[in-house]
């Protein structure tokens, strides 16, 4: 079975349509979420305390008949506490592996960057490669496994900033902002007697997930719009202030991505825009600057920004 693009535009408006009904003046947030859900990501949700960042994660889960688990990262959270733990039987008198919440098709990593580095890095194999190796035997994962993780970019006190190798897993960082007044006074008046997530049934089912991720990959891209994704990247790495620009798998991510993108518009076909609409969440965050630049106030959003402003979009 497949889907051609006007199906698999259809699923998305599904999906956006029931996210829409809980989160109010996010449909920029939403569009990406499913952007890197479709193409095989995982998003890290960068914003401050408050702005629907967990409702988001929840949402998408409920909106999807598969299974989902959360982790509230803590200080004192163990890598066995995310992958599992092999335990001994007394009646069988043997090992038996007990399953971590990492098996499973959605992960809500909450406040990823209050565990510590050790336990944070028992996600880097699972989120490059769908498995995680206990006691020297890989196990796979699921097949729509997808990391959602949520940090507080204002709250230091009790934190490990995650390291180069763990950002450059997540296809997209990005935030959610502050609504309009208008949608913060919709917010008020939805929760009044209860909150909109109660009312959340799935509209997707895993079969057509896994079709849609399909078709993503059917998305064609011109030669033309590879080398302009080469250049953004590549860019970032001979900046002026820039310790560590970004690396090919940005370029990797930046395409799917972009994929993604012009399914959900029902385009057969990647646009310059697609890939200029996604490449500020897609090559930030895996950029390092020095610490004379970023205290002068420069960001990576920023100099990406200057990247796709010099750089000429093909035609």
Not at 80 to 99: A, K, L, P
Request: proline fraction near 6%; hydrophobic fraction near 45%; aromatic fraction near 6%.
């Amino acid at each position: 079975m497949s889907v051609d693009a006007a199906q698999a535009a259809a699923i998305f408006q599904k999906l956006s349509t029931n996210i829409q009904g809980v989160l109010r003046g996010q449909d920029s947030a939403i569009r990406r979420l499913l952007a890197a859900f479709a193409a095989g990501g995982h998003v890290l949700l960068d914003d401050f305390p408050g702005t629907g960042k967990t409702t988001l994660a929840k949402t998408i889960a409920l909106s999807i008949a598969s299974r989902f688990h959360r982790i509230q990262f803590t200080p004192d959270l163990m890598p066995t506490d995310i992958v599992g733990v092999s335990v001994f039987n007394q009646r069988d008198q043997s090992f038996e592996f007990r399953e971590g919440p990492v098996f499973t098709d959605i992960l809500l990593a909450d406040e990823i960057n209050r565990a510590s580095p050790r336990t944070q890095s028992a996600l880097l194999e699972a989120m490059a490669e769908a498995q995680v190796s206990v006691e020297g035997r890989p196990r796979r994962l699921s097949d729509l496994f997808f990391v959602i993780a949520t940090q507080n970019p204002v709250e230091f006190r009790g934190t490990y900033p995650l390291p180069e190798a763990q950002m450059d897993r997540f296809m997209m960082r990005f935030g959610l902002g502050y609504v309009t007044a208008a949608d913060e006074v919709a917010i008020l008046s939805s929760q009044i007697q209860s909150h909109p997530i109660d009312d959340v049934r799935a509209c997707v089912l895993p079969e057509e997930v896994r079709l849609l991720r399909a078709a993503v990959r059917n998305v064609r891209i011109s030669e033309e719009l590879m080398h302009y994704i080469v250049a953004i990247v590549q860019g970032t790495r001979s900046l002026e202030g820039v310790q560590l620009g970004a690396s090919p798998r940005a370029s990797v991510a930046l395409m799917k991505a972009a994929q993604a993108l012009a399914l959900f518009d029902g385009s057969p076909f990647v646009l310059p825009d697609h890939v200029a609409e996604l490449a500020v969440p897609v090559i930030g965050h895996r950029m390092v600057i020095d610490p004379q630049a970023r205290f002068s106030g420069t960001t990576p959003e920023a100099l990406v920004e200057s990247l796709l402003s010099r750089i000429p979009k093909p035609r």
